[in-house]
């Protein structure tokens, strides 16, 4: 019965080895692939590898869809090769969760559709200190964010159009501060002060 139960142990021992090498052999391929410039196979191989190596990989991959500019397929592969990430709330309790990953990679999509004009999409993927997005104490989570759109519109020129921004987004805080159930807890965060220092990034430019 011994020796039968360390045969098992030994060739279980030889499927698990067998498998961390047919692991590393795809993850290299992977890099190798994406290397060479083949983007869309590089992507194809990411349902082959699994673990925290799927994580390496897809971060490598978004990375280079936002260098050649192709930020909705960086935007894919984070929600749909990676769906079991941390949302934007769970972050701040998860910070060390795929060694990273989601703190990574979010803040490259939240610069990255910035940059790209895309800012709706863009508050998606900036950090929140509660979970729900229109509670008033993500206020100084999103005048991050409007200070973020207005400082990218304002260094092009774009002043009308952060104008436009700040008018339309800066009601936000008149719903969920001013007139927001936990409102009076954020006073820093009333409506008529938060436009008038929000206003200043325009005015100076």
């Known amino acids: ?53 799927l994580y390496r990989c897809a971060e490598a991959l978004i990375e280079e869809y936002i260098t050649i500019g192709d930020i909705r397929s960086a935007v894919g592969v984070y929600e749909r090769n990676t ?6 709330y769970q972050m701040q309790y998860n910070m060390y969760t795929h060694n990273g990953y989601e703190n990574r990679v979010t803040r490259l999509l939240y610069e990255a559709l910035i940059e790209n004009d895309d800012f709706e ?3 998606k993927y900036h950090p929140l200190r509660y979970d729900d997005p229109d509670y008033a104490g993500n206020g100084a989570d999103y005048f991050g964010y ?29 719903k969920n501060v001013d007139n927001g159930e936990w409102g009076s807890e954020y006073p820093d965060f009333y409506y008529s002060k938060v436009v008038g220092e929000l206003q200043t990034i325009i005015n100076k430019r």
């Open 1 to 53: 019965m011994r020796i039968v139960t360390l045969m098992i142990v030994a060739l279980l021992a030889v499927g698990c080895g067998g498998g961390a090498e047919r692991s590393k052999k795809k993850v290299a391929e992977f890099y190798a692939t994406l290397d060479a410039g083949s983007i869309s196979d590089a992507k194809s191989m990411l349902f082959e590898i699994e673990g925290e190596d």
């Open 121 to 123: 999409a863009a508050w």
């Open 83 to 88: 769906p079991n990430h941390c949302s934007a």
């Open 146 to 174: 409007i200070t973020d759109v207005l400082f990218h519109l304002c260094q092009q020129g774009r002043t009308l159009e952060a104008q436009q921004f700040l008018d339309k987004h800066s009601l936000w805080f008149k």
